[in-house]
């Protein structure tokens, strides 16, 4: 079993940046793709990037492509996201998720953190 937890988000102004950091635990962190994704209220979940077991594949949905930047550091079971240029539409709770296929859904996934982006 894996437990996650987001940390990171707050208030930014447009064009500001923000990391979010996900701790995970479990032995079994490394074996697991990554992945965060948002949800804004009324609006549906949308996934945001995903990153491969090994960092070498990684996967971003268009709206942040060029902004945003997954990375994972397996060694301390940990999963970031940068995100730079950030729009009021960013706005959202983001969590972090592990899956076991690439397609698949998420088995695992933290409490989320918010991100509000002023304008």
């Known amino acids: 079993q894996v437990q996650l937890v987001e940390s990171g988000g707050g208030l930014v102004q447009a064009g500001g940046s923000l990391r979010l950091s996900c701790a995970g635990s479990?032995?079994?962190?490394?074996?697991?793709?990554m992945v965060w994704f948002r949800q804004a209220p009324g609006k549906e979940r949308e996934r945001v990037a995903l990153?491969?077991?090994?960092?070498?594949?990684?996967s971003y949905a268009d709206s942040v492509k060029g902004r945003f930047t997954i990375s994972r550091d397996n060694a301390k079971n940990m999963v970031y996201l940068q995100m730079n240029s950030l729009k009021p539409e960013d706005t959202a709770v983001y969590y972090c998720?592990?899956?076991?296929?690439?397609?698949?859904?998420?088995?695992?996934w933290g409490q989320g953190t918010q991100v509000t982006v002023s304008s």
């Open positions: 990153i491969g077991q090994s960092s070498g594949v990684t």
């Open positions: 998720g592990a899956r076991q296929t690439w397609g698949g859904t998420d088995d695992y």
């Open positions: 479990g032995r079994t962190f490394s074996t697991y793709i």
